[in-house]
């Protein structure tokens, strides 16, 4: 094991599979001669040279489209993104091409292709550049979603998600790229669709996922000081889902929150709470609680932003109520 930040768990990621796979390649806007925006691709081009790590020009919708074309040619694209903002532009090809595509085509075709790049809020961007869309890809059938939270689940569910035959659309964040974490020496991949316990608990079980579950973590050691003991699950894929991770948490808890930055309407937490209390409700001793950020477009200043996002004390705030407790 060794320490690597966020960037650099995923520029591995992708170094290993362009180098074990000829028809892989890296599109985005400055992959190339810039490094990626955030430096994910750093050093990539020089190793692999222009036909597999390509500068595109701003335009979501092309580049998305080109790298739809090239997997039902046969290749495997990874398309970077600049920020999911940015790729609203190109959902057409994304839920309404690539995620169709097996379907349509009766198993004839498949769409070997990644999309990644920065998801939700980072730090003073606005409203248009703060945005959530776990959910919305996660609606769409025939896309798998992926939102890691640690470098080590970053690098592994990268690799798995080049090689999966599928649409993958895979979600990290801007404040992430330099969190630094302990990640394996060598090969290892780590199953789409597999969940992971980040925090042993036995009073309340919260279920976080990408930049939130550390926030959430946050929270858990502030109630373990008021001898409130918290389970962290970290579902790492949210379509699909692993929900007998968190039924069996919850099964062992007797309670639930869902800590998530994105906004409270039909969001992912509305979907993992039907799930819980339909499958948990003869447990539950307190309904679930789904802690959000405001229903508001994120706000330009830092004071109003702080306000609108949620943070370890909206957690605290979220099991105390769960568990009844009075602060």
Partial sequence: ?????????????????????????????????????????????????????????????????????????????????????????????????????????????????????????????????????????????????????????????????????????????????????????????????KGDIKREGTDCTIVAWGKALKIALDGAELLAKDGINCEVVDPRTIRPLDEEIIVNSVRKTGACVVFEEGWPYYNVGAQISDIVQRACFDVLDSPVIRVTGADVPMPYARTLEDAARPDPTSVVAGVKNALNVRS
């Fill in 1 to 193: 094991m060794r320490e690597l930040t966020f960037r650099d768990a995923l520029n591995e990621a992708l170094d290993e599979e362009l180098g074990r796979d000829p028809d892989t390649f890296l599109m985005g806007e400055e992959v190339g001669a810039y490094n990626g925006a955030y430096k994910v691709s750093k050093g990539l081009l020089d190793k692999y040279g222009p036909k597999r790590v390509v500068d595109s020009p701003i335009s979501e919708l092309g580049f998305c489209g080109l790298g739809v074309g090239a997997a039902m040619m046969g290749l495997k694209p990874i398309i970077e993104v600049m920020t999911w903002n940015f790729a609203i532009l190109a959902m057409d090809q994304i839920v309404n091409t690539a995620a169709k595509m097996r379907y349509m085509a009766a198993g004839e075709l498949s769409c070997p292709i990644v999309f990644r790049g920065p998801n939700g809020a980072a730090r003073s961007l606005g409203a248009q550049h703060s945005q959530w869309f776990e959910a919305q890809y996660a609606y769409f059938p025939g896309i798998k979603v992926i939102v890691p939270s640690t470098p080590a689940d970053a690098k592994g569910l990268l690799k798995s998600a080049i090689r999966d035959p599928d649409p993958v659309v895979f979600m990290e964040s801007e404040t992430m790229y330099a969190w630094k974490g302990m990640v394996p020496e060598g090969e290892y991949t780590i199953p789409i669709g």
